[in-house]
Protein backbone atom coordinates (compact mmCIF):
# COMPACT_ATOMS: atom_id res chain seq x y z
CA UNK A 1 0.00 0.00 0.00
CA UNK A 2 1.05 3.52 -0.62
CA UNK A 3 2.31 5.62 2.24
CA UNK A 4 0.39 7.95 4.46
CA UNK A 5 3.08 10.59 5.87
CA UNK A 6 1.41 13.21 6.17
CA UNK A 7 -1.56 14.71 7.99
CA UNK A 8 -3.32 17.88 6.56
CA UNK A 9 -1.77 21.12 8.86
CA UNK A 10 -3.94 23.86 10.42
CA UNK A 11 -6.64 24.23 12.66
CA UNK A 12 -10.21 25.76 11.74
CA UNK A 13 -10.62 28.13 14.09
CA UNK A 14 -14.48 28.59 13.57
CA UNK A 15 -17.45 28.28 11.31
CA UNK A 16 -16.32 31.09 8.75
CA UNK A 17 -12.84 31.77 9.88
CA UNK A 18 -10.27 29.77 7.41
CA UNK A 19 -7.98 27.69 8.75
CA UNK A 20 -3.99 28.75 9.62
CA UNK A 21 -2.50 27.61 6.34
CA UNK A 22 -5.31 29.01 4.29
CA UNK A 23 -5.48 32.16 6.14
CA UNK A 24 -1.41 32.83 6.14
CA UNK A 25 -1.46 32.37 1.92
CA UNK A 26 -4.47 34.49 1.02
CA UNK A 27 -3.33 37.47 3.28
CA UNK A 28 0.24 37.26 1.48
CA UNK A 29 -0.94 38.13 -1.98
CA UNK A 30 -3.72 40.76 -0.55
CA UNK A 31 -6.62 38.58 -0.71
CA UNK A 32 -8.59 39.04 2.52
CA UNK A 33 -8.79 36.56 4.66
CA UNK A 34 -12.54 35.06 5.95
CA UNK A 35 -14.16 37.80 3.85
CA UNK A 36 -17.35 37.23 3.64
CA UNK A 37 -17.46 37.73 -0.22
CA UNK A 38 -14.88 38.83 -2.32
CA UNK A 39 -15.19 40.86 -5.90
CA UNK A 40 -14.80 38.29 -9.22
CA UNK A 41 -14.77 41.01 -11.92
CA UNK A 42 -11.92 43.10 -12.75
CA UNK A 43 -11.40 45.28 -15.67
CA UNK A 44 -9.84 48.54 -14.26
CA UNK A 45 -11.92 48.63 -10.73
CA UNK A 46 -13.08 45.89 -9.53
CA UNK A 47 -16.50 44.56 -8.81
CA UNK A 48 -19.20 41.95 -9.06
CA UNK A 49 -23.07 41.40 -7.93
CA UNK A 50 -23.74 38.35 -9.61
CA UNK A 51 -24.18 34.82 -8.55
CA UNK A 52 -21.40 33.33 -5.78
CA UNK A 53 -19.01 31.27 -6.41
CA UNK A 54 -17.33 29.23 -3.61
CA UNK A 55 -13.62 28.20 -3.67
CA UNK A 56 -13.46 24.66 -1.93
CA UNK A 57 -10.07 23.53 -0.93
CA UNK A 58 -9.78 19.59 -2.07
CA UNK A 59 -7.47 18.98 0.72
CA UNK A 60 -9.62 19.89 3.60
CA UNK A 61 -13.14 20.39 2.15
CA UNK A 62 -13.22 24.06 3.83
CA UNK A 63 -14.54 27.11 1.70
CA UNK A 64 -11.88 29.16 1.23
CA UNK A 65 -13.83 31.94 -0.27
CA UNK A 66 -16.97 33.06 -1.45
CA UNK A 67 -16.78 35.02 -4.95
CA UNK A 68 -19.19 37.16 -7.01
CA UNK A 69 -19.47 37.04 -10.77
CA UNK A 70 -20.30 38.69 -13.02
CA UNK A 71 -23.84 39.88 -13.94
CA UNK A 72 -24.53 40.54 -17.69
CA UNK A 73 -24.52 44.03 -17.25
CA UNK A 74 -21.14 43.65 -15.48
CA UNK A 75 -19.64 41.78 -17.99
CA UNK A 76 -21.16 43.66 -21.01
CA UNK A 77 -19.04 46.51 -19.26
CA UNK A 78 -15.94 44.73 -18.70
CA UNK A 79 -15.75 43.84 -22.40
CA UNK A 80 -16.39 47.38 -23.65
CA UNK A 81 -13.53 48.10 -21.65
CA UNK A 82 -10.74 45.55 -22.78
CA UNK A 83 -11.73 46.67 -25.97
CA UNK A 84 -11.03 50.21 -24.97
CA UNK A 85 -7.50 49.03 -23.64
CA UNK A 86 -6.88 47.32 -26.80
CA UNK A 87 -7.36 50.88 -28.55
CA UNK A 88 -4.80 52.31 -26.41
CA UNK A 89 -2.06 48.89 -26.15
CA UNK A 90 -1.88 48.44 -29.94
CA UNK A 91 -0.47 52.06 -30.41
CA UNK A 92 2.45 51.18 -27.90
CA UNK A 93 5.75 49.71 -29.51
CA UNK A 94 5.98 46.27 -29.16
CA UNK A 95 9.54 46.99 -27.49
CA UNK A 96 7.64 49.15 -24.83
CA UNK A 97 5.25 45.71 -24.34
CA UNK A 98 7.78 43.77 -23.43
CA UNK A 99 8.98 46.06 -20.76
CA UNK A 100 5.86 45.97 -19.15
CA UNK A 101 5.90 42.01 -19.44
CA UNK A 102 9.78 42.00 -17.81
CA UNK A 103 7.96 44.11 -15.18
CA UNK A 104 4.96 41.79 -14.84
CA UNK A 105 7.65 38.79 -14.74
CA UNK A 106 9.63 40.81 -11.70
CA UNK A 107 6.45 40.96 -10.31
CA UNK A 108 5.30 37.16 -9.95
CA UNK A 109 8.62 35.95 -9.51
CA UNK A 110 8.41 38.22 -5.81
CA UNK A 111 5.80 36.61 -5.53
CA UNK A 112 6.26 32.86 -6.97
CA UNK A 113 6.70 30.59 -4.05
CA UNK A 114 3.32 32.14 -2.24
CA UNK A 115 0.85 32.10 -5.25
CA UNK A 116 2.31 28.08 -5.72
CA UNK A 117 1.29 27.57 -2.06
CA UNK A 118 -2.23 29.34 -3.39
CA UNK A 119 -2.13 26.56 -6.42
CA UNK A 120 -1.54 23.92 -3.98
CA UNK A 121 -4.23 25.36 -1.11
CA UNK A 122 -7.13 25.66 -4.26
CA UNK A 123 -6.37 23.42 -6.62
CA UNK A 124 -4.59 20.61 -5.13
CA UNK A 125 -1.22 20.06 -6.82
CA UNK A 126 1.83 19.40 -4.41
CA UNK A 127 4.07 21.86 -3.58
CA UNK A 128 6.50 21.83 -6.15
CA UNK A 129 4.33 21.37 -8.89
CA UNK A 130 2.55 24.46 -7.85
CA UNK A 131 5.47 26.41 -7.78
CA UNK A 132 6.83 24.80 -10.92
CA UNK A 133 3.24 26.49 -12.66
CA UNK A 134 3.71 29.98 -11.19
CA UNK A 135 7.61 29.54 -12.74
CA UNK A 136 5.85 28.61 -16.77
CA UNK A 137 4.62 32.00 -15.90
CA UNK A 138 7.48 33.81 -15.13
CA UNK A 139 9.26 31.46 -18.10
CA UNK A 140 7.00 32.56 -20.58
CA UNK A 141 7.27 36.34 -19.96
CA UNK A 142 10.95 36.19 -20.41
CA UNK A 143 10.06 34.55 -23.40
CA UNK A 144 7.69 37.43 -24.67
CA UNK A 145 9.71 40.27 -23.20
CA UNK A 146 12.75 38.77 -26.04
CA UNK A 147 10.00 37.87 -28.41
CA UNK A 148 8.81 41.77 -28.62
CA UNK A 149 11.28 42.82 -30.17
CA UNK A 150 11.32 39.57 -32.83
CA UNK A 151 7.92 39.44 -33.87
CA UNK A 152 8.73 40.07 -37.51
CA UNK A 153 6.85 39.64 -40.79
CA UNK A 154 8.28 39.21 -44.24
CA UNK A 155 9.52 40.95 -47.44
CA UNK A 156 8.31 38.87 -50.65
CA UNK A 157 10.14 39.22 -53.92
CA UNK A 158 7.45 41.02 -56.22
CA UNK A 159 7.70 39.56 -60.27
CA UNK A 160 6.91 42.83 -60.61
CA UNK A 161 9.46 45.97 -61.57
CA UNK A 162 9.56 48.60 -58.98
CA UNK A 163 7.53 46.94 -56.34
CA UNK A 164 7.88 44.94 -53.20
CA UNK A 165 5.57 42.60 -51.03
CA UNK A 166 5.32 42.89 -47.18
CA UNK A 167 3.52 40.39 -44.75
CA UNK A 168 3.03 42.42 -41.75
CA UNK A 169 1.66 41.15 -38.46
CA UNK A 170 -0.76 43.59 -36.37
CA UNK A 171 -2.85 43.21 -32.92
CA UNK A 172 -5.93 41.04 -33.72
CA UNK A 173 -7.93 42.74 -30.99
CA UNK A 174 -9.21 41.12 -27.40
CA UNK A 175 -8.28 37.67 -26.31
CA UNK A 176 -10.85 35.46 -24.67
CA UNK A 177 -9.27 32.92 -22.76
CA UNK A 178 -10.96 30.39 -21.13
CA UNK A 179 -8.73 28.09 -18.74
CA UNK A 180 -9.33 24.98 -17.07
CA UNK A 181 -8.94 24.28 -13.05
CA UNK A 182 -5.64 22.14 -13.48
CA UNK A 183 -3.18 24.84 -14.38
CA UNK A 184 -5.32 27.51 -13.01
CA UNK A 185 -2.08 30.05 -13.32
CA UNK A 186 0.27 28.84 -16.43
CA UNK A 187 -2.09 28.78 -19.34
CA UNK A 188 -3.37 32.01 -18.45
CA UNK A 189 0.06 32.84 -18.40
CA UNK A 190 0.70 31.36 -22.08
CA UNK A 191 -2.04 33.12 -23.93
CA UNK A 192 -1.46 36.35 -22.34
CA UNK A 193 2.29 36.74 -22.37
CA UNK A 194 2.06 36.27 -25.93
CA UNK A 195 -1.64 38.47 -26.99
CA UNK A 196 0.18 41.55 -25.11
CA UNK A 197 4.07 41.08 -26.81
CA UNK A 198 1.67 41.07 -29.91
CA UNK A 199 -0.55 44.30 -28.74
CA UNK A 200 -3.59 43.13 -27.92
CA UNK A 201 -6.16 43.22 -24.71
CA UNK A 202 -7.36 40.27 -22.79
CA UNK A 203 -10.41 38.84 -21.10
CA UNK A 204 -9.78 35.85 -18.55
CA UNK A 205 -12.32 33.67 -17.81
CA UNK A 206 -10.86 30.91 -15.10
CA UNK A 207 -12.29 27.76 -13.95
CA UNK A 208 -15.32 28.75 -11.58
CA UNK A 209 -13.42 26.42 -8.98
CA UNK A 210 -10.27 28.49 -8.62
CA UNK A 211 -11.34 31.97 -8.41
CA UNK A 212 -8.82 32.63 -6.12
CA UNK A 213 -5.57 32.03 -8.48
CA UNK A 214 -7.03 33.84 -11.02
CA UNK A 215 -7.64 37.07 -8.65
CA UNK A 216 -4.52 36.82 -7.28
CA UNK A 217 -2.55 37.00 -10.62
CA UNK A 218 -4.36 39.70 -11.81
CA UNK A 219 -3.97 41.86 -8.37
CA UNK A 220 -0.59 41.41 -9.58
CA UNK A 221 -0.38 42.25 -12.97
CA UNK A 222 -3.52 45.30 -12.27
CA UNK A 223 -0.70 46.69 -9.89
CA UNK A 224 2.46 46.74 -12.66
CA UNK A 225 -0.32 48.13 -15.17
CA UNK A 226 -1.19 51.13 -12.68
CA UNK A 227 2.16 51.79 -11.75
CA UNK A 228 2.74 52.14 -16.06
CA UNK A 229 -0.30 54.71 -16.40
CA UNK A 230 -1.75 51.60 -18.85
CA UNK A 231 -5.89 50.89 -18.39
CA UNK A 232 -6.50 47.47 -16.43
CA UNK A 233 -8.57 46.31 -18.61
CA UNK A 234 -5.74 45.28 -20.65
CA UNK A 235 -5.98 41.94 -18.42
CA UNK A 236 -9.89 42.31 -17.52
CA UNK A 237 -10.72 39.24 -15.35
CA UNK A 238 -14.42 37.81 -14.95
CA UNK A 239 -15.27 34.93 -13.15
CA UNK A 240 -18.60 32.98 -13.76
CA UNK A 241 -20.55 29.88 -14.52
CA UNK A 242 -21.63 28.40 -18.29
CA UNK A 243 -23.23 31.81 -19.24
CA UNK A 244 -20.12 34.47 -18.83
CA UNK A 245 -18.27 31.70 -20.75
CA UNK A 246 -20.85 31.18 -23.62
CA UNK A 247 -21.07 35.29 -23.83
CA UNK A 248 -17.08 35.83 -23.85
CA UNK A 249 -17.49 33.27 -26.72
CA UNK A 250 -20.30 35.09 -28.36
CA UNK A 251 -18.95 38.24 -28.40
CA UNK A 252 -18.01 40.16 -31.99
CA UNK A 253 -15.95 41.82 -29.72
CA UNK A 254 -13.32 39.22 -29.20
CA UNK A 255 -12.03 37.98 -32.64
CA UNK A 256 -9.81 35.03 -30.96
CA UNK A 257 -10.74 32.74 -28.10
CA UNK A 258 -7.98 30.63 -26.44
CA UNK A 259 -10.48 27.34 -24.82
CA UNK A 260 -8.90 24.73 -22.80
CA UNK A 261 -11.38 22.04 -21.16
CA UNK A 262 -12.62 18.64 -22.33
CA UNK A 263 -13.25 17.78 -25.72
CA UNK A 264 -17.24 18.14 -25.10
CA UNK A 265 -17.14 21.55 -24.68
CA UNK A 266 -14.51 22.13 -27.08
CA UNK A 267 -16.82 21.17 -29.62
CA UNK A 268 -19.44 23.73 -28.94
CA UNK A 269 -16.80 26.31 -28.77
CA UNK A 270 -15.15 26.08 -31.62
CA UNK A 271 -18.36 25.90 -32.99
CA UNK A 272 -19.59 28.95 -31.72
CA UNK A 273 -16.10 30.93 -32.96
CA UNK A 274 -16.19 29.63 -36.31
CA UNK A 275 -20.19 30.87 -36.64
CA UNK A 276 -19.23 34.29 -36.09
CA UNK A 277 -15.93 33.80 -38.34
CA UNK A 278 -13.52 34.09 -35.56
CA UNK A 279 -10.44 32.50 -34.45
CA UNK A 280 -10.23 29.71 -31.51
CA UNK A 281 -7.00 28.10 -29.98
CA UNK A 282 -8.33 24.78 -28.87
CA UNK A 283 -6.23 22.61 -26.01
CA UNK A 284 -8.82 19.72 -25.03
CA UNK A 285 -8.46 16.13 -24.48
CA UNK A 286 -5.08 14.34 -24.07
CA UNK A 287 -5.25 10.18 -23.26
CA UNK A 288 -1.56 10.47 -23.75
CA UNK A 289 0.89 6.62 -24.46
CA UNK A 290 4.18 5.81 -23.36
CA UNK A 291 5.89 3.16 -25.30
CA UNK A 292 8.93 1.34 -23.83
CA UNK A 293 11.02 -0.86 -25.91
CA UNK A 294 13.05 -3.96 -24.77
CA UNK A 295 16.08 -2.00 -25.13
CA UNK A 296 14.64 1.35 -22.99
CA UNK A 297 16.90 2.52 -19.71
CA UNK A 298 14.70 0.91 -16.90
CA UNK A 299 16.54 3.63 -14.59
CA UNK A 300 14.88 6.45 -16.49
CA UNK A 301 11.96 4.81 -17.79
CA UNK A 302 9.95 4.05 -14.75
CA UNK A 303 10.60 6.70 -13.10
CA UNK A 304 8.92 9.08 -15.79
CA UNK A 305 5.89 7.17 -16.17
CA UNK A 306 5.51 6.93 -12.73
CA UNK A 307 5.52 10.75 -12.80
CA UNK A 308 3.54 10.69 -15.64
CA UNK A 309 0.85 8.67 -14.22
CA UNK A 310 0.86 10.42 -10.79
CA UNK A 311 1.75 13.74 -11.24
CA UNK A 312 -1.10 16.44 -10.41
CA UNK A 313 -2.99 13.18 -9.35
CA UNK A 314 -3.24 12.29 -13.04
CA UNK A 315 -4.75 15.39 -13.92
CA UNK A 316 -2.78 17.07 -16.27
CA UNK A 317 -3.63 17.07 -19.56
CA UNK A 318 -0.21 15.28 -20.74
CA UNK A 319 -0.86 12.90 -17.91
CA UNK A 320 0.20 9.10 -18.79
CA UNK A 321 -2.95 7.55 -19.30
CA UNK A 322 -1.88 4.53 -21.23
CA UNK A 323 1.40 2.08 -20.83
CA UNK A 324 2.36 -0.04 -23.50
CA UNK A 325 4.99 -2.59 -22.67
CA UNK A 326 6.81 -4.89 -25.14
CA UNK A 327 6.25 -8.38 -23.77
CA UNK A 328 9.61 -9.05 -23.26
CA UNK A 329 10.25 -6.72 -20.66
CA UNK A 330 6.63 -6.19 -19.23
CA UNK A 331 7.03 -8.19 -16.12
CA UNK A 332 10.55 -6.42 -14.89
CA UNK A 333 8.71 -3.47 -15.44
CA UNK A 334 5.61 -3.62 -13.95
CA UNK A 335 7.31 -5.04 -10.74
CA UNK A 336 9.62 -1.90 -10.61
CA UNK A 337 6.87 0.36 -11.01
CA UNK A 338 4.55 -1.22 -8.64
CA UNK A 339 7.05 -0.70 -6.23
CA UNK A 340 7.64 2.83 -6.78
CA UNK A 341 3.87 3.26 -6.21
CA UNK A 342 3.83 1.22 -3.00
CA UNK A 343 6.36 4.01 -1.47
CA UNK A 344 4.35 7.30 -2.18
CA UNK A 345 3.45 10.17 -0.06
CA UNK A 346 -0.13 11.03 0.15
CA UNK A 347 -1.29 13.95 2.28
CA UNK A 348 -0.91 17.77 2.02
CA UNK A 349 0.19 18.76 -1.16
CA UNK A 350 1.62 21.84 0.84
CA UNK A 351 3.96 19.70 2.64
CA UNK A 352 7.34 19.45 0.86
CA UNK A 353 7.90 15.71 0.75
CA UNK A 354 4.34 14.92 -0.56
CA UNK A 355 3.81 13.26 -3.55
CA UNK A 356 0.10 12.52 -4.30
CA UNK A 357 -2.26 15.45 -3.68
CA UNK A 358 -6.32 15.04 -3.93
CA UNK A 359 -8.39 15.06 -6.88
CA UNK A 360 -9.72 18.31 -7.43
CA UNK A 361 -13.42 18.33 -6.55
CA UNK A 362 -15.68 15.20 -5.33
CA UNK A 363 -17.12 15.13 -8.60
CA UNK A 364 -13.99 13.96 -9.76
CA UNK A 365 -13.81 11.42 -7.25
CA UNK A 366 -16.99 9.66 -8.77
CA UNK A 367 -15.43 9.61 -12.03
CA UNK A 368 -12.46 8.25 -10.65
CA UNK A 369 -14.42 5.52 -8.68
CA UNK A 370 -16.82 4.65 -11.84
CA UNK A 371 -13.67 4.24 -14.14
CA UNK A 372 -12.47 1.45 -11.81
CA UNK A 373 -15.66 -0.07 -11.73
CA UNK A 374 -15.95 -0.45 -15.58
CA UNK A 375 -12.48 -1.84 -15.01
CA UNK A 376 -13.15 -4.32 -12.79
CA UNK A 377 -16.53 -4.88 -14.55
CA UNK A 378 -14.58 -5.35 -17.95
CA UNK A 379 -11.98 -8.62 -15.98
CA UNK A 380 -9.37 -6.20 -15.88
CA UNK A 381 -6.84 -7.05 -13.71
CA UNK A 382 -6.24 -4.28 -10.78
CA UNK A 383 -2.60 -4.73 -10.16
CA UNK A 384 -2.87 -1.60 -7.36
CA UNK A 385 -4.75 0.94 -6.06
CA UNK A 386 -8.55 1.11 -7.10
CA UNK A 387 -10.14 2.69 -4.49
CA UNK A 388 -10.44 5.86 -2.19
CA UNK A 389 -8.04 5.92 0.58
CA UNK A 390 -9.76 5.05 4.17
CA UNK A 391 -7.16 6.98 6.52
CA UNK A 392 -9.18 9.30 8.94
CA UNK A 393 -6.31 11.94 8.33
CA UNK A 394 -8.07 11.81 4.52
CA UNK A 395 -11.34 11.85 5.25
CA UNK A 396 -12.07 15.23 4.40
CA UNK A 397 -10.26 15.61 1.33
CA UNK A 398 -10.39 14.01 -2.22
CA UNK A 399 -7.80 11.48 -2.05
CA UNK A 400 -7.69 8.29 -4.39
CA UNK A 401 -5.13 5.39 -5.20
CA UNK A 402 -3.48 5.59 -8.33
CA UNK A 403 -4.29 2.57 -10.14
CA UNK A 404 -2.38 0.68 -12.55
CA UNK A 405 -4.90 -2.06 -14.03
CA UNK A 406 -4.65 -4.40 -17.76
CA UNK A 407 -8.00 -4.75 -19.51
CA UNK A 408 -8.51 -7.63 -20.96
CA UNK A 409 -8.64 -6.26 -24.58
CA UNK A 410 -5.74 -3.88 -26.20
CA UNK A 411 -8.44 -2.96 -28.76
CA UNK A 412 -7.80 0.72 -29.40
CA UNK A 413 -12.02 1.36 -29.79
CA UNK A 414 -12.47 0.09 -26.26
CA UNK A 415 -13.66 3.00 -24.41
CA UNK A 416 -11.31 1.59 -22.02
CA UNK A 417 -8.60 3.07 -23.90
CA UNK A 418 -10.43 5.39 -26.24
CA UNK A 419 -11.96 7.59 -23.45
CA UNK A 420 -9.58 10.14 -21.11
CA UNK A 421 -10.24 9.85 -17.70
CA UNK A 422 -9.10 12.70 -15.57
CA UNK A 423 -7.51 10.38 -12.34
CA UNK A 424 -4.18 8.60 -11.74
CA UNK A 425 -5.68 5.54 -13.57
CA UNK A 426 -3.10 3.88 -16.04
CA UNK A 427 -4.11 1.22 -18.26
CA UNK A 428 -1.19 -1.12 -19.52
CA UNK A 429 -1.30 -3.45 -22.91
CA UNK A 430 1.61 -5.57 -24.09
CA UNK A 431 3.00 -5.51 -28.05
CA UNK A 432 5.71 -7.48 -29.59
CA UNK A 433 6.75 -5.38 -32.88
CA UNK A 434 6.86 -1.40 -32.14
CA UNK A 435 4.45 -1.15 -35.65
CA UNK A 436 1.55 -2.42 -33.11
CA UNK A 437 2.44 -0.31 -30.55
CA UNK A 438 2.40 2.82 -32.82
CA UNK A 439 -1.19 1.59 -34.33
CA UNK A 440 -2.48 1.84 -30.72
CA UNK A 441 -0.94 4.82 -30.19
CA UNK A 442 -2.65 6.96 -32.93
CA UNK A 443 -5.99 5.25 -32.81
CA UNK A 444 -7.54 7.05 -30.07
CA UNK A 445 -9.42 10.14 -30.75
CA UNK A 446 -7.25 12.41 -29.15
CA UNK A 447 -3.99 13.47 -29.79
CA UNK A 448 -2.10 16.04 -27.01
CA UNK A 449 1.63 13.96 -25.95
CA UNK A 450 3.62 10.34 -26.75
CA UNK A 451 6.44 9.03 -25.29
CA UNK A 452 8.78 6.28 -26.92
CA UNK A 453 11.56 4.47 -24.74
CA UNK A 454 14.73 3.06 -27.03
CA UNK A 455 17.96 3.38 -27.64
CA UNK A 456 17.60 2.37 -30.94
CA UNK A 457 18.42 5.23 -33.28
CA UNK A 458 15.90 3.75 -35.83
CA UNK A 459 13.23 2.86 -33.85
CA UNK A 460 13.61 6.77 -32.91
CA UNK A 461 13.59 7.07 -36.62
CA UNK A 462 10.01 5.21 -37.36
CA UNK A 463 8.57 7.21 -34.12
CA UNK A 464 8.85 11.15 -35.11
CA UNK A 465 8.38 10.21 -39.00
CA UNK A 466 5.36 10.14 -41.35
CA UNK A 467 4.60 6.86 -39.89
CA UNK A 468 5.48 7.53 -36.33
CA UNK A 469 3.35 9.07 -33.50
CA UNK A 470 0.49 11.57 -35.07
CA UNK A 471 0.77 13.50 -31.28
CA UNK A 472 1.45 16.88 -31.01
CA UNK A 473 4.20 16.20 -28.22
CA UNK A 474 6.50 13.05 -29.50
CA UNK A 475 8.87 13.11 -27.50
CA UNK A 476 12.13 10.47 -27.38
CA UNK A 477 13.36 9.16 -23.91
CA UNK A 478 10.62 11.66 -22.13
CA UNK A 479 7.89 11.51 -20.09
CA UNK A 480 4.52 12.85 -21.37
CA UNK A 481 4.17 15.08 -19.34
CA UNK A 482 6.42 18.10 -18.14
CA UNK A 483 6.35 20.47 -21.42
CA UNK A 484 8.84 22.92 -21.60
CA UNK A 485 7.82 26.69 -22.41
CA UNK A 486 10.27 27.13 -25.47
CA UNK A 487 8.48 24.79 -28.20
CA UNK A 488 5.14 25.28 -29.22
CA UNK A 489 2.82 23.58 -27.14
CA UNK A 490 -0.88 21.60 -28.14
CA UNK A 491 -2.21 17.98 -29.89
CA UNK A 492 -3.82 17.30 -32.88
CA UNK A 493 -6.96 15.37 -33.76
CA UNK A 494 -9.73 15.87 -30.99
CA UNK A 495 -7.29 17.26 -29.01
CA UNK A 496 -7.88 21.00 -30.89
CA UNK A 497 -4.76 21.16 -33.15
CA UNK A 498 -4.03 24.78 -31.15
CA UNK A 499 -0.65 26.05 -30.07
CA UNK A 500 0.18 28.05 -27.08
CA UNK A 501 3.23 28.93 -25.85
CA UNK A 502 6.83 28.94 -27.90
CA UNK A 503 7.69 28.04 -31.33
CA UNK A 504 5.47 30.06 -33.43
CA UNK A 505 2.19 30.19 -32.02
CA UNK A 506 2.58 33.84 -31.42
CA UNK A 507 1.27 34.05 -34.69
CA UNK A 508 -2.12 33.07 -34.03
CA UNK A 509 -2.01 36.02 -31.66
CA UNK A 510 -2.12 38.63 -34.80
CA UNK A 511 -3.83 39.50 -37.74
CA UNK A 512 -1.64 39.21 -41.14
CA UNK A 513 -1.82 41.54 -44.25
CA UNK A 514 -0.13 41.02 -47.39
CA UNK A 515 1.11 44.42 -48.42
CA UNK A 516 1.88 44.85 -52.22
CA UNK A 517 4.31 48.85 -52.15
CA UNK A 518 4.87 49.99 -55.80
CA UNK A 519 8.04 52.30 -55.69
CA UNK A 520 7.72 52.93 -59.23
CA UNK A 521 6.53 55.11 -61.99
CA UNK A 522 4.42 51.95 -63.70
CA UNK A 523 1.61 49.62 -62.42
CA UNK A 524 1.82 46.65 -64.14
CA UNK A 525 -0.57 44.12 -63.29
CA UNK A 526 0.54 40.42 -61.75
CA UNK A 527 0.75 37.36 -64.33
CA UNK A 528 1.09 39.50 -66.96
CA UNK A 529 -2.17 40.97 -67.55
CA UNK A 530 -2.89 43.23 -70.15
CA UNK A 531 -5.86 45.48 -69.21
CA UNK A 532 -4.98 48.44 -70.97
CA UNK A 533 -7.64 49.90 -74.38
Known sequence: MMLLRHTVCGTLQGARSLSTRASAILSSLDIPAGAAELPGVYDGQWSGSGDVLESVCPTTGEVLARVRSATPHELHEALGKSKEAYLHLRTVPAPKRGELLRQIREALSAKRDVLGALVSLEMGKIKTEGIGEVQEFVDICDYAVGLSRMMNGRVVASERPGHTILEVPNPIGVVGVLTAFNFPVAVYGWNFSLSVAAGNANVWKPSPSTSLCSIAITKIIAR??????????????????????????????VPLVSFTGSEAVGKVVGKAVQ???????????????????PDADMSLAVPAVFFGAIGTAGQRCTSTRRLYLHRAIAPKFLDALQKLYATISVGDPLVDDTLLGPLHTRAAVGIYSDAVERLRQSGAEILIGGR????????????????????????????????????????????????????????????????????????????????????????????????????????????????????DAWKQYVRWSACTVNFSDAAPLAQGVNFST
Do not use: C
Request: charged share 20%; glycine share 14%.
Open 275 to 293: SKFGKSILELGGNNASIIM
Open 388 to 503: KYDHAALSQGNFVQPTIAVPRTTDPADKIWSTETFAPILNVGLFDELEQAIEWNNAVPQGLSSSLWTRDIRNVGKWIGPKGSDAGIVNVNVGTSGAEIGAAFGGNKSTGWGRESGG
Open 224 to 253: VLEKNGLPGAISTLITGGKDVGEAIVASQD
